[in-house]
């Protein structure tokens, strides 16, 4: 079974500065994908950033980027120029091609922006 | 584009009765629609994954009796909660995939059910 592991349940950064939140993951598959969504306080779950396994390159939203390292099953969300819109429960989750029905995803990882 | 809709967003009832929940792709076609709980400051479970048309899928441990699915068109999927009970009271999430156009799930805003 694939599994998702977020091992920061919590994360502080100052606003403006940047985050790293860390996402590791556990499967056999070779063809995957890989998202961050955002679930600010309304709940409403956001894609922040999706990253597809056989692409070497590191995906990029605009302040948000990912380090994915796929030998070490590791996929880290990046946060730059921290704003305080950017406070929420961030999930890292992950799909495999072979059958989309399953979205698994990790704990989640509570980022606090400090003004 | 890709809008999913969920309602009631909030809904209290008392213990023995049913409750059901909505979840509409706005603009597009769902294959698949899912439905997740969520346990306050926790994660997302999967709880069952529903095809158009078919019997859903339910994981492990969910039971298919108290939680029924229903997805009877591309648009919408229901979940209703039969015989609620206070332990049943929770964030329930849906979403929905455009399998084999695009990966990623759309969710819905999500429902806090109480029950008392």
């Known amino acids: 079974a694939q599994t998702v592991t977020q091992s920061q349940p919590e994360m502080s950064v100052q606003e403006a500065e940047t985050v790293t939140l860390s996402c590791t993951y556990d499967?056999?598959?070779?063809?995957?994908?890989l998202f961050w969504y955002k679930q600010p306080p309304s709940r409403q779950m956001i894609l922040v950033i999706r990253?597809?396994?056989?692409?070497?390159q590191n995906a990029t939203e605009n302040r948000f980027s990912v380090n994915f390292q796929k030998a070490a099953k590791s996929f880290s969300l990046k946060i730059s120029d921290s704003q305080l819109g950017d406070a929420a429960m961030y999930f890292c989750?992950?799909?495999?091609?072979?059958?989309?029905?399953?979205?698994?995803f990790g704990a989640g990882t509570r980022l606090t922006v400090k003004p | 584009g890709a809008v999913v809709s969920q309602h009631p967003s909030w809904v209290i009832c008392k213990s023995g009765t049913s409750v059901k929940i909505e979840c509409r792709s706005l603009?597009?076609?769902?294959?698949?629609m899912f439905w997740y709980r969520q346990f306050p400051k926790q994660s997302l479970m999967l709880m069952a994954t529903?095809?158009?048309?078919?019997?859903?899928?339910?994981e492990q441990g969910v039971e298919k009796d108290k939680f029924l699915i229903n997805h009877a068109s591309l648009t919408l999927s229901t979940l209703t909660v039969t015989s609620a009970h206070p332990e049943d009271s929770s964030f329930y999430i849906c979403?929905?995939?455009?399998?084999?156009?695009?990966?990623?799930?759309?969710f819905g805003q999500g429902t806090r059910l109480t029950v008392v």
């Open positions: 979403s929905a995939s455009l399998r084999g156009v695009r990966v990623e799930a759309f």
């Open positions: 499967t056999s598959e070779s063809d995957y994908y």
């Open positions: 990253q597809e396994a056989y692409k070497q």
């Open positions: 989750a992950y799909i495999t091609t072979h059958n989309n029905n399953d979205m698994r």
């Open positions: 603009d597009f076609q769902a294959t698949t």
């Open positions: 529903s095809n158009e048309g078919s019997k859903a899928t339910y």
